[in-house]
């Protein structure tokens, strides 16, 4: 009675409209929107994020394997802390920093991963990785910035800190990556360094924050 599922269907060639339909038919709350045709990830990911209508919203991506107490310990975090965002890294990820914990603001997150592990600012633009705050969302913002490919994190990032609300980096296990991921269809992979370095220099911009270096990771 908490949690609400949304699907974006990016105009999927397989039975996802029928296994939606089989849900819904059994009572489960799911909203569910398809694309007329394929847009590419990062538009659909962004209109996934906009179909958020609870408190907080969680995009998961299709390569991500839940802990069996997921959604409990989400649940938990987000009653005790009410946080801007929730992290929940892999955890097969090898973050570099205490855990749990709870940072004041982005910012202050920022700047504890410049000092002990900035790979941690790349690794967080996993989807899965972040449980934002809804009002903490800037979809015209995201949309502008498509290109970068992690339009989410720009959507995300910079409503949170204007608003200044609290950071909380989960310690128990919430999610694991598959390891057995196909390639892309065009076998064609995003050159990802390139992207990071992109991305965290507006960053490092953006918070203010001259010690973090694009390149470190």
Known sequence: DRV?????????PD????????????GLPVEYFRQE???GIN???????????GRHGWLLG??????????????ALLDAHQPGLLLAYDTRYRLGLATPAVFPDYRAFARACAAANPGALTEQTLLSTNIFRADCYDAPFARANLATDFPHMFGIIRPLQRAAAPVVLAGE????????????????????DQKWIGYLTWLRDELQLPELDPFAP
Do not use: H, Y
């Open 15 to 26: 039975r996802t409209p029928e296994v939606v339909r089989r849900f819904r038919e059994a």
């Open 43 to 53: 538009p659909n990911l962004c209109q996934a994020c906009e179909m958020v209508r």
């Open 173 to 192: 296990p919430i999610l694991t990556t598959r390891e057995d991921r196909p390639p892309p269809p065009d076998g064609k992979w995003v050159p990802i």
């Open 4 to 12: 609400a599922l949304a699907v974006s269907d990016n105009g999927s």
């Open 62 to 75: 299709d390569d991500e394997l839940l802990d069996e107490r997921a959604l409990e310990r989400v649940l």
């Open 37 to 39: 045709r394929n847009l």
